[in-house]
């Protein structure tokens, strides 16, 4: 079972707990909660009822890119925890990622590779089949990133994740 605490910051309470990266070990991830300590609670316990129940939401032998991002979205981006601002920006960055041909790729077979061709026609621009891209600013890349970032530890690619983790896959940064 999960570990988890609440604590106040500021005016509001805000709750963590523990997760298993892809390698096994634990990492703790953060969120806004309430200004009730006792809801802040509610939502410390529902996230990790959550988490325990779907620590591997994707299998890599049956699910392509697209459809990851597609279940990251409904599952973490509805929780409230983002601004309305961001919530756009991360749809907007996956509707774009599913117009790359990295996209329909079934998970097993993405590689860090795919993933810094990704990064690199969406920073610097160019074509691939029929993916046009005239390259992007630092920080609208950066929302592509984060996307991957957040979206690939719920999967069982291991190699993958890790790349994403510890890349942060964004070539305007170099």
Known sequence: MAKGSVQKKGKKWYYRFYVEDASGNLVQKEYAGTESKSETEKLLRQAMEDYESK????????ITLGQLLDTWAEEEL?????????????LQAINRIKQHPVSRRKLKTVTSGHLQ???????????IEDFVS???????????????????PLCDVPETVHYVQSHAVCSHEA
Do not use: H, P, R
Not at 78 to 90: A, I, P, Q
Not at 139 to 151: E, G, N, P, T
């Open 134 to 152: 005239k390259g992007y600013s630092k920080d609208y890349v950066k929302s592509f990133s984060a996307v991957l970032q957040q979206s690939f």
């Open 78 to 90: 509805k929780t409230g925890t983002l601004s309305n601002g961001t919530v756009g920006t991360y």
């Open 117 to 127: 061709q990704f990064m690199d026609i969406m920073s610097f621009g160019g074509t």
């Open 55 to 62: 620590k591997f939401i994707a299998k890599a032998d049956n």
